[in-house]
């Protein structure tokens, strides 16, 4: 067999059969067999189906990279660029035309919307937020935390019991419990921080798991597993009810006929406002002294320390800030839902806010925003694929890992235009 | 305050569980000098560095900096144990609670002493200007709403700031590196690089340890004459680790030489030269034997 003719059949038949046996032992136990009670039930078609899917995927690639325009996509695959990249000087991003474009799309279209499209775009925007809280800690300052669900608990919480015990509203909560995740972070970091990588991972996970712990056993005060109810936002004392104690609702001051659409546009743009907001004090914050800071701190902790700054304040701010932006994310998921229970905080919620930070790219802005959609809408939209869906998210990060290990967004830092170099 | 001596090292000793790295080290460095600590590999050069820069809690003695308006203790600012006499003042325990809590080296660095690494530390990722900037950490401006809303006085502070990054990047050299990743450089620029950052810090002291290491003979030439405008028009005083002995003989006024953690001669370049001692540690010769550096 010369080598010029390329494709080698048998060897891609050998791959083939290769991967259908790994997929017959990966899925033949999953998928394959169902318990019910103390009988199993053999689901052989299924497993007979995925095996023949995985088969038939790999002698397509096998075939693929055979041929030549597959080779030339490995050989661009294998030498590609892809790490942090400085612009030019005078580099002017494209976002510049797509940030207006987004906005007006943004601002128009709860009111064209369906109503479930919409809950599921402000589920969406509310990863965004925890996605770029955490990014702040992770992608930024480098500190692993595994308990980022602990903060969102914290700000969830904040609005029901604030309302239940101090009729405190969505306004007043707002910044309340950006500030009280902000105090529990900092309370937290400061003994913490002085630890490294996996201590920290495994002290801030401890920290998730017991706020979640204390709702669902504190029953006294936080009604356990039962959960609290939440209240909605009001626009200038007018609530979003059918019917309200004191004082009209909104549809009846304006003369509307109720529709329950209208908390959800009103918790849309509310939303869609603060995480502007956010998006933009973050992007400022990397470039200002304390983002540099937190990224040098990310490299090298012992050169930060010998240039004088401190690093436990340094690693203080970046976790009080991502928890702060936590806490406003639990404030809306709360208040979106209208009822928390601990149930929504767990371990798996902040592995998948991890999942957005590492997908998107460490430090990246836009790809925590892509990734953050990408990893909450698309299951509700696969919705009948919903039992597979931490199956599928496990091979999406297999798959990101290989092709993209750095994120879906390569980070560029700014480059600055050359000054006469001036001492004092 | 001694105005003479920048920094005094008295009886330091280091040890890590039984090992001695460093016996009662004592020297002086004067202000507006350039000086070298010299030695054979695991002599305990770098183990000085760290102490003196508050990387290392020195397990005795005392290191005294005498930079900015007031003499720094560097073991104190490092936050020290508690002891019986802080029962009777206050003041004292108050001052070591403040240490033990927000002490570091960072303040060693705060109080005019900037160092580099024998194994380079620059911040990989990002650019060479960023890690100016970084440096000047304490200097610029770093209030949050100043930053957010992008004021016009934290711009002013912002822009003297890279103003004084390309300073350092035309007296290293690095002006066309501006824009490129600190990872990206090679090593001798890297070097320099770390150089300019210390220098970034605004320093009365800088520590280099072995800043020739891998650069080839132009390169040494170049940075000596660094150093020189280092000292000359920075007024800063210079204490480097070098293993290049032609390079330590031109440039330093005076040389500390370290063996087995104690000092084993000190004096300008021509007594160390002929120094017997320090002859012997180098070549492993016997005293006495007749060898020449
Ligand atoms: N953190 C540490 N833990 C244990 N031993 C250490 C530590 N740091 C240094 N030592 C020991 O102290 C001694 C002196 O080391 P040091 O790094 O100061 O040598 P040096 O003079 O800088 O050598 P070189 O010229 O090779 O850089 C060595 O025996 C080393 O093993
Ligand atoms: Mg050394």
Redesign the interface.
Known sequence: MSQETGINIGSSIKDTIIAGLLALIVFGPVVGVLLDGYEFIARIDDVVWIVAIVMAGRFAISVFVQTESGKKFVYRQLTKED???????DYKSKMRYIIPIVIVIGLIAPFIASKYVLTVVILGLIYVLLGLGLNIVVGLAGLLDLGFVGFYAIGAYGLALGYEYLGLGFWSMLPLAAIMAGVAGAVLGFPVLRMHGDYLAIVTLGFGEIIRLVLTNWTEFTHGPNGVSAPLPTLFGLEFKRRSSDGTPFHEFFGLSYDSAFKYIFIYLVLFLVVLAVL??KH??T????G??W??LR??E????????????VKLSAFTLGASTGGIAGVFFATYQGFVNPSSFTFFESALILAIVVLGGMGSTLGVVIAAFVLTVAPEMLREFADYRVLMFGILMVVMMIWKPRGLVRVT?K??A??????? | MSQENILEIENLVMHFGGIKALNDVTFDIKRGSVSALIGPNGAGKTTVFNCL?G?YKATGGGIMLNAGDKPTSVIKVLGEKFKGSDLVSPAAFFERVKYKM?G????V??AGL??T?QNI???????V???L???Q??I???S?LA??L?TESYKKTEE?A??????????VHL?EF????AGELSYGQQRRLEIA??M??NPEIICLDEPAAGLNPSETEALASMIRVLRDEHNTTVLLIEHDMGMVMNISDYIVVLDHGEVIAKGGPEDIKSNPKVIAAYLGAEEGEDVTL
């Open positions: 790490g942090v990249s400085v612009t030019a000087p933009y004090v400022r914050l470039r200002m002294p304390i540099r800071a990224e040098a490299e090298d012992i050169a930060c320390r010998s240039l004088g700054l401190n690093h436990v304040l830092r480059g600055f050359t000054r006469k170099g001036v001492m004092k | 820069t990387f927000f570091g080296s960072h303040l660095n705060r900037a160092r690494f530390r620059l911040f990989k990722e990002m650019s200007v960023e890690n900037l970084v440096a950490h304490m610029v401006n770093r949050m930053g957010i992008n003297e890279l103003q004084r990054a390309f300073y350092w990047l035309e007296v002006t501006a824009n490129r990743l950052r210390a970034c810090t």
